[in-house]
């Protein structure tokens, strides 16, 4: 390719249309914006959301009920068929060691272990929380819930 063959994309040069320059260039007299109304005026018009008084779709709308309680504390949640897949043969299991093996991938949100699946063998689990089904199944299995 060659300077003098390089050519723009098309449609991304396109001449600005001149309105208000007599009736010949075909933008004349109203200037492309009708006859009289709101929108013919000068300035910037009504809202995006405005409906010409027609009560707004966002008022229309039913409103949030509830609130979002700023003290909850969200887990990051780990089942036990997970675990058990990722295990290979680590005697101890902790945050650290879920994070490594990437069950879980946040790094501020404490750890709770749920009772989906099994174990098949003992295992020191450490985390924040444990489901009462998560805790019986790892002692079930001779194994113990360590709360951190």
């Known amino acids: 390719m060659r300077l003098d063959q390089v050519k723009?994309?098309?449609?991304?040069?396109?001449?600005?249309?001149?309105?208000?320059?007599?009736?010949?260039?075909?933008t004349g007299t109203y200037s492309g914006k009708g006859m009289k109304g709101q929108k013919a005026r000068s300035g910037a018009g009504p809202r995006p959301s405005f409906e010409g008084g027609q009560l707004p779709l966002v008022k229309r709308l039913p409103t949030q009920r509830g609130f979002t309680n700023i003290f909850k504390t969200y887990y990051?949640?780990?089942?036990?068929?997970?675990l058990s897949k990722k295990l290979a043969d680590a005697k101890e299991v902790d945050p650290n060691f879920m994070r490594r093996v990437r069950l879980i991938t946040t790094t501020n949100r404490p750890v709770k272990i749920l009772g989906r699946g099994s174990l098949e063998r003992p295992v020191t689990i450490m985390a924040n929380k444990f489901s009462k089904e998560a805790r019986?199944?790892?002692?079930?299995?001779?194994?113990k819930a360590v709360e951190i």
């Open 8 to 26: 723009s994309a098309p449609g991304s040069r396109t001449v600005r249309k001149r309105i208000g320059r007599g009736n010949g260039s075909n």
């Open 76 to 82: 990051a949640t780990v089942n036990l068929d997970s």
């Open 136 to 143: 019986n199944k790892i002692e079930a299995s001779g194994g």
